[in-house]
């Protein structure tokens, strides 16, 4: 919350405090490739209503949202491993669309979609109530300096915005490898009273959840990975 008592997330002339630095990156020449030729069938514009997920994917489907995908490699390997589920990745990176949109050219993913933008403005505007089976954050970024905590994802307003976006029953998982995070995610997710958590505290890695090379490199290095499961009561 604000010294005004008005959630963070929520000015009246939109000029919140964002969760992300946008960056220009450099752009392969497969990634520009995969933008061009497969951006218009599988990329949903960002737009201020609500989308019909049935028409976006061609099918009716339990519907999981992920946000901040970085490259892809996680999104698409849950995406091949569950068929039977839709996905929306969001990301406001270009490289990192390129990339997925490149993995899902070679992976033949049909069960998934990108919305390049803002995710709160997105789960605001696009996503109805009730909607979601699942939201999974993986490893977003946890803004370690002090004065910079007020700009994480993972503050109240917005874990109540994703919970009303979650079915009864659908999940939202998060992780980091920041352990002063991780108790932030914890004493937030709790407080949320229309979720419950799936485990004491921590949940262990689902199985869906496959380990990064570069979380495998800071396991191997002593560091921690925290999962937090919970479902919408």
């Known amino acids: 919350m604000s010294d005004s008592g008005k959630p963070m997330f929520y000015d009246p002339t939109e000029h919140r405090i964002r969760s992300f630095v946008t960056r220009a990156g450099r752009l392969s020449i497969a990634q520009a ?105 993986f490893f977003p970024d946890p803004w370690h300096k002090a004065r910079h905590n007020k700009r994480r994802l993972i503050q109240g307003p917005f874990v109540a915005l994703l919970a009303s976006r979650l079915a009864p029953g659908g999940i939202l998982h998060c992780a980091t490898d920041w352990e002063e995070y991780a108790q932030q995610m914890l004493e937030v997710l709790t407080a949320e009273p229309a979720l419950e958590n799936t485990a004491a505290h921590y949940a262990p890695r689902p199985d869906y959840r496959p380990v990064t090379k570069f979380e495998n490199r800071g396991l191997k290095l002593g560091h921690g990975v925290w999962d937090l499961v919970f479902r919408r009561r």
């Open 33 to 137: 490739r995969a933008i061009e030729t497969l951006g218009p069938q599988y990329c949903v514009p960002y737009q201020k209503q609500l989308l019909d997920l049935d028409q976006a994917f061609g099918r009716h489907a339990p519907t999981v949202l992920e946000i901040g995908f970085g490259m892809g490699v996680t999104t698409a390997a849950i995406a091949a491993a569950m068929p039977d589920k839709n996905f929306i990745g969001v990301e406001v990176h270009t490289p990192g669309v390129g990339s997925m949109l490149k993995l899902i050219g070679e992976q033949e993913l049909g069960n998934l979609r990108i919305i390049q933008h803002d995710a709160v403005e997105v789960m605001t505007h696009m996503i109805a109530p009730g909607s979601l089976a699942g939201v999974h954050v």
